[in-house]
Nanobody
Framework: QVQVVESGGGLVQAGGSLRLSCTASGLTFDDSAMAWFRQAPGKEREGVSCISWSGRSTYYADSVKGRFTTSRDNAKNTLYLQMNSLKPEDTAMYYC????????????????????WGQGTQVTVSS
């Protein structure tokens, strides 16, 4: 049984930082592309970042480039998202997703590429 669990969300002031973590079990983590998505109330789920199975390739949404960094520790089956210089518009539920079928990120890492999802962790940035 595959389990994907996010942690690390919370309330932070604008300009602050948070680090999200995601652990995945029941799948071959080090063969999987991993991604972070977010969804704000009334908006569609959007891709935030994607990282290839090896960690050598990373991709970011334009809105977070230069502020967010994704990384992974395959020995710990854990994915991370370091979020710096947070803005109120970053407020959303953040989801971790796994694609164990194809270990690379496509150019836009669409939602449909990822078969396994966590329940999400809430990030709220106050102004």
């Amino acid at each position: 049984q595959v389990q994907v669990v996010e942690s690390g969300g919370g309330l932070v002031q604008a300009g602050g930082s948070l680090r999200l973590s995601c652990t995945a079990s029941g799948l071959t983590f080090d063969d999987s592309a991993m991604a972070w998505f977010r969804q704000a109330p009334g908006k569609e789920r959007e891709g935030v970042s994607c990282i290839s199975w090896s960690g050598r390739s990373t991709y970011y949404a334009d809105s977070v480039k230069g502020r967010f960094t994704t990384s992974r520790d395959n020995a710990k089956n854990t994915l991370y998202l370091q979020m710096n210089s947070l803005k109120p518009e970053d407020t959303a539920m953040y989801y971790c997703a796994a694609d164990p079928v194809f270990g690379y990120c496509s150019g836009s890492w669409p939602v449909a590429d990822f078969g396994y999802w966590g329940q999400g962790t809430q990030v709220t940035v106050s102004s």
